[in-house]
C-alpha cells in the first residue's frame, strides 16, 4: 500500500463549479499534513498546510480527519487557472521528510 | 524571500557521462536539503536528505555512489548523476528548509532540472 493516496484523475470540471479531492495517508504518526499545486514541467508550489480544525483560504478549503487517515481540498467557483495538478503531502513520523501522492490531475473547462 | 534556485535548469548529456547539478538558497542559510526525483505522471521521491557538512542519508533503493551528494556550505548542495544511463532521464527537484525562517515542515523548493540522458 501506498503511503500516501489520491485519485489520479483527471477531474475535468466545468469552470466555476466546485470540485473536492480526497488523499488517504497510512502513518498514524504523521502530525503535518499538505496541499501542494504543480503545474506542468515546474517545481511544485504550496496551497495550503491542512490543520485539524480545517482551514479556509479563499476558494480553497481544506480538512483532515485523524480517524480515517484521509485529507480533502475543496475547490470553490474554480478558475480556469486553478488546472493543475494537486498534490498530497504527509510528513513521516517525527522527521521533516515528506511523502508525496502521485497527484490529482484537474482541468477546468470555460 | 526564501528563493531556491537549481542549476542547470535542463540539461542532455550522452550516456555514461556525470552531470552535476546544484541547488542554491539564494537568502537564507538552509538547515536541510532535500533531493527528489519525478517521472513523468508520477509523485516527488525523495532520493535524500542533506545537512551541511555531514552525509546524506539515503532513501532505499538510491544508489549512493551512483547519486553523489555534497553539501558543502549552509547555502550550497550538489548532486552529481554519475555515469547516466537512459533511465536516470527525470525531473530533479531540490528544497530547503530553514528553522529560521519556518518550521522544518515547510520546504523551500527550487525550479527543478530536467536531465535526459540520450
Known amino acids: 500500500r501506498k503511503e500516501v493516496e489520491q485519485d489520479p484523475g483527471p477531474f475535468n470540471v466545468p469552470e466555476g463549479a466546485t470540485v473536492a479531492f480526497n488523499c488517504t495517508y497510512s502513518n498514524s504518526a504523521s502530525q503535518s499534513f499538505f496541499w501542494y499545486r504543480q503545474d506542468c514541467r515546474k517545481e511544485p508550489k504550496l496551497l495550503m498546510s491542512v490543520y485539524s480544525s480545517g482551514n479556509e483560504d479563499g476558494r480553497f478549503t481544506a480538512q483532515l480527519n485523524r480517524a480515517s487517515q484521509y485529507i480533502s481540498l475543496l475547490i470553490r467557483d474554480s478558475k480556469l487557472s486553478d488546472s493543475a495538478t494537486y498534490l498530497c503531502?504527509?510528513?513521516?513520523?517525527?522527521?521533516?521528510?515528506?511523502?508525496w501522492g502521485a497527484g490529482t490531475k484537474l482541468i477546468i473547462k470555460p | 524571500g526564501a528563493v531556491v534556485s537549481q542549476h542547470p535548469s535542463w540539461v542532455i548529456c550522452k550516456s555514461g557521462t556525470s552531470v552535476k547539478i546544484e541547488c542554491r538558497s539564494l537568502?537564507?542559510?538552509?538547515?536541510?536539503m532535500f533531493w527528489y526525483r519525478q517521472f513523468p505522471k508520477q509523485s516527488l521521491m525523495l532520493m535524500a536528505t542533506?545537512?551541511?557538512?555531514?552525509?546524506?542519508?539515503?532513501e532505499q533503493g538510491v544508489e549512493k555512489d551512483k547519486f553523489l551528494i555534497n553539501h558543502a556550505s549552509l547555502t550550497l548542495s550538489t548532486l552529481t548523476v554519475t555515469s547516466a544511463h537512459p533511465e536516470d532521464s527525470s525531473f530533479y527537484i531540490c528544497s530547503a528548509t530553514s528553522f529560521v525562517l519556518a518550521s522544518g515542515d515547510t520546504q523551500y523548493f527550487g525550479p527543478g532540472t530536467r536531465l535526459t540522458v540520450l
Open positions: 503531502v504527509v510528513n513521516r513520523d517525527s522527521n521533516y521528510q515528506l511523502i
Open positions: 537568502d537564507f542559510q538552509a538547515t536541510t
Open positions: 542533506s545537512n551541511e557538512g555531514s552525509k546524506a542519508t539515503y
